[in-house]
């Protein structure tokens, strides 16, 4: 099968595309033939190891302290099951599925064998497999902050700074769902696209600072990661909630203290990814797609990614 291997960090030019033998499913696994995967910005900073600061050690102890423990790159993918292990109970061959591999990696391939108890479920019946990869990330990540750790609320006033990239996107349409107030932080470029998926308001951060309107939300959620608790402290009402996705590990430690700052990983789990797949099927959250790249240009989708101006979400397509 085709794959994208990495045998060392670095730039994108690390990723190049290799043959490796057909994985065959274990009893309790599946088989997935691949049709789409992603490239998230978690990708990027994982291949070329420019991660939060203090997190450095950590990641490399995960992931391969000299070179990548895992030989083939990716987490999302969307497919479907061509064939299943004996003891396997929860799908069956023909099944189309989505969900995440996590620290196994190996999304960015044509094939990928996963445990039917891992992070995987159908499929939405409603989408492509390249809009079921490209929502995967950004709505895993906003369910966790948003409706698990902030515990979103009808009528509260949530600020996303990051609006049109594939977090920001998603935790519009959720928390449009949750019938709170969205205002989104974006670029002039994407004022509309942001208007479009249910922000109230929005802050063109060429034009405006938020921290000086004035105006107090009950959450901030960062997810670009140049946002701090000084910052946004008077932007946060009595008992506002700040979400620091991509920020350093003294932050996620004072956390800890601070019932007022949430930082840390999101989940990945089934329940998760059925609850965004009854979003996306009942029409609440639709994937935002910028590019679609074929697999054999996935570095090419890595360098646009690392430019850090996409819409949404960057989707590689698995031909066979």
């Known amino acids: 099968m085709k794959a994208i ?24 696994e599946v088989l997935i033939k691949i049709r789409a995967s992603s490239v998230t910005a978690g990708d990027c900073r994982l291949r070329a190891s420019k991660v939060p600061m203090g997190f450095w050690l950590p990641t490399r102890l995960a992931f391969g302290m000299t070179k990548p423990r895992v030989p083939i790159i990716g987490m999302d993918i969307s497919g479907e099951i061509e064939s299943a292990g004996e003891d396997v109970k929860l799908f069956k061959k023909g099944d189309e599925v989505y969900g995440t591999t996590g620290m196994q990696l190996g999304a960015n391939a044509e094939y990928i064998c996963l445990s039917e108890n891992s992070a995987l479920v159908k499929k939405p019946n409603n989408i ?11 709505g895993l990540t906003a369910i966790h902050f948003l409706r698990d750790k902030a515990n979103i609320q009808r ?31 974006c670029s002039t470029s994407n004022v509309e696209l942001v208007k479009s998926l249910g922000a109230t308001k929005v802050i063109d951060y060429t034009k405006e600072n938020f921290t000086k309107n004035k105006e107090t939300y009950d959450v901030i959620l960062d997810a670009v990661g140049n946002l701090s608790h000084p910052q946004c402290n008077k932007s946060l009402t009595e008992h506002g909630k700040l979400v620091l996705i991509n920020t350093g590990l003294l932050t996620n430690l004072l956390s800890i203290a601070r019932e007022n700052i949430i930082c840390g990983v999101a989940g990945e789990s089934k329940e998760g990814l059925d609850f965004l797949r009854a979003r996306v099927e009942a029409g609440d959250i639709e994937a935002v797609i910028d590019r679609v790249y074929p697999l054999e240009q996935t570095a090419e989708a890595h360098r646009y990614v690392d430019k850090g101006h996409k819409k949404g979400s960057v989707v590689i397509s698995v031909g066979h």
């Open 5 to 28: 291997a990495w045998a060392k960090y670095g730039a994108p030019e690390v990723l190049q595309l290799r043959d490796f033998k057909k994985p065959f499913p274990k009893n309790k």
């Open 128 to 138: 492509t497999h390249e809009q079921a990869a490209a929502i995967i990330f950004g």
């Open 155 to 185: 009528g509260q006033k949530v600020l996303v700074n990051g609006a049109s990239g594939a977090v920001g996107t998603a935790s519009i349409q959720l928390a449009k769902y949750f019938c709170a107030e969205v205002t989104g932080i």
